[in-house]
């Protein structure tokens, strides 16, 4: 079984809503990332939260982290069609180089 | 500005054939460096990275072999590609070390197809 796993695989809202991507984890971490991948595009980083912090804002996006219960979210406010994408939780752990990539949440935001 | 390229854009090759793909970095000196596979509609895989001139470290076995040649230069080969080679191929960069400190930045991708 995977080490990170989305939630949801696909969630579709319409521009204007919020919406919460879910990530559970299965393996001790010291931070944990949120990227997005546009299609044929590689993916690029939303948020870095460390195992420390239990949340980190980057304008309409906020992060939650949870070790006690190895979760963490992802929410988008006030969506635009350019969010959609395929949304990856990726876990990090002091001193390796891997960076886990979970499977995938395809966010369609809709007119 | 740092700058990531990375050639072919695309390939279409035949099983058993060799491949070659390469990652260039300007604008930064000395980066860490990552190669990934994706598969269609799939999750990224880290396959190698590398902090210095000449030393890669492999992360998963696929058939595929990596080396750095320059500071600024990663390639991904093998002599003989197999169908399940197909998919996407990232090259990626960082500065700090550690995947709890920093940012991996990606290129654009190489996708390959086998037949």
């Known amino acids: 079984s995977q080490l990170a796993e989305e939630n949801s695989w696909a969630l579709s809202v319409h521009e204007g809503e919020s919406v919460t991507v879910n990530c559970s984890y299965k393996?001790?971490?010291?931070?944990l990332q949120w990227y997005r991948q546009k299609s044929g595009k590689g993916p690029a980083q939303l948020i870095l939260?460390?195992?420390?912090?239990r949340e980190k804002r980057n304008g309409r996006l906020r992060a939650t982290l949870d070790t006690s219960s190895q979760s963490s979210s992802l929410s988008i406010t006030a969506t635009r069609c350019e969010d959609t994408a395929v949304y990856f939780c990726?876990?990090?752990?002091?001193?390796?180089?891997?960076?886990?990539f979970g499977s995938g949440t395809q966010l369609t935001v809709m007119p | 500005a740092q700058t990531i390229h990375q050639w072919p854009v695309a390939e279409i090759k035949a099983v058993g054939s060799p491949l070659s793909l390469g990652c260039t970095i300007k604008g930064k000196s000395s980066p860490n460096l990552y190669w990934y596979w994706q598969a269609t509609g799939g999750t990224l895989q880290q396959l190698f990275y590398?902090?210095?001139?000449?030393?890669v470290e492999s992360v998963v076995q696929l058939n595929l072999s990596a080396s750095r040649p320059k500071d600024d230069q990663f390639i991904l080969s093998t002599e003989k590609l197999l169908l399940s080679h197909s998919g996407f191929y990232l090259c990626?960069?960082?500065?700090?070390?550690?995947?709890?400190?920093?940012?991996?930045?990606f290129g654009p991708g190489t996708r390959l197809l086998v037949l």
């Open positions: 393996t001790s971490i010291t931070a």
């Open positions: 590398s902090i210095t001139v000449g030393q």
């Open positions: 939260i460390r195992s420390n912090e």
């Open positions: 990726a876990l990090a752990s002091s001193g390796s180089w891997q960076l886990i």
């Open positions: 990626a960069w960082s500065l700090e070390a550690g995947g709890d400190q920093d940012t991996q930045y």
